[in-house]
């Protein structure tokens, strides 16, 4: 790929990962639209190419402070430096879910009836479950931040092709995490975690730090992610993989 188009590939993915918090500022008010999990882009060497997130969070009803939400993430991995830059796979993931801030001693809880992940694909190549979960956060410290995160939950179905992803992706999810909250001065949200599954024999794990660069001006932090295990896209969900990567996230906690 010639630097030319790697540029304008990237430019053109930054539009897309930016366009919905716009959107939302500029037409629907920045009550309504808010950042859910990460949106980050984040590149890799040859073999582990980029990986982009996207997601938000959608306020259903008027006030948007009412905690039922449809949110929305897609991840997808992009071979940027194959010779037609073809996207290796997507990930859509949309949800219903109530969630309830500062309840009692617990940062949030979330209540997600339902969650639908496919990868639009049909045939051998189609990969897609229906779930449920509740997920919840306690943290403590006003400046230097540290707290654990612990989502649970089960599956309605899954597609006859992945018929034996419970196995590799299970059943929970923990985080444990450290973050500067502080928004005076050069430091503010700078963050390093480490989230998985470690109850089965098909584990995944993924470590992130992110930190501001040069400048508080620079809305977008520094952002790196190694992620080993299983499941880390849907199409490859039985395939062990490793992937360190480096980019910029833009709604850094």
Not at 67 to 73: A, I, P, R, V
Not at 106 to 131: A, C, Q, V
Not at 238 to 250: D, H, P, T, V, Y
Request: with cysteine; glycine share 8%.
């Amino acid at each position: 790929m010639n630097k030319r188009k790697f540029f304008i590939s990237m430019a053109i993915t930054l539009i897309v990962i930016i366009s919905p918090y716009v959107i939302s500022e500029k037409l629907l008010g920045m009550d309504a639209i808010s950042g859910y999990k990460s949106t980050y882009i984040a590149a890799g060497n040859i073999s582990n190419q980029v990986k982009f997130q996207v997601s938000f969070k959608y306020g259903l009803f008027y006030p948007y402070d009412t905690g039922l939400y449809f949110t929305y993430t897609q991840i997808n991995k992009w071979n940027i430096y194959d010779r037609s830059s073809p996207f290796h796979c997507s990930d859509y993931n949309p949800s219903l879910m109530y969630e309830k801030e500062n309840f009692k001693v617990f940062d949030f809880i979330r209540l997600i009836p339902y969650e639908h992940k496919s990868n639009g694909k049909s045939g051998i190549d189609n990969r897609s479950t229906d779930r449920y979960f509740i997920e919840s956060q306690i943290s403590y410290g006003d400046f230097i931040n540290i707290g654990i995160r612990e989502k649970a939950g089960g599956f309605y179905s899954v597609a006859n092709k992945n018929h034996d992803i419970k196995r590799y992706i299970g059943f929970f999810e923990t985080e444990v995490f450290a973050q500067i909250k502080s928004r005076h001065g050069y430091l503010g949200h700078e963050r390093i975690s480490l989230k998985g599954e470690f109850t089965h024999k098909f584990y995944w794990y993924e470590a992130e730090f992110s930190f501001r660069i040069f400048t508080t001006k620079f809305r977008p932090h520094i952002y790196v992610q190694y992620f080993r295990g299983y499941g880390e896209f849907l199409i490859d969900y039985n395939k062990k993989s490793e992937a360190l990567r480096a980019g910029l996230i833009f709604n850094p906690e």
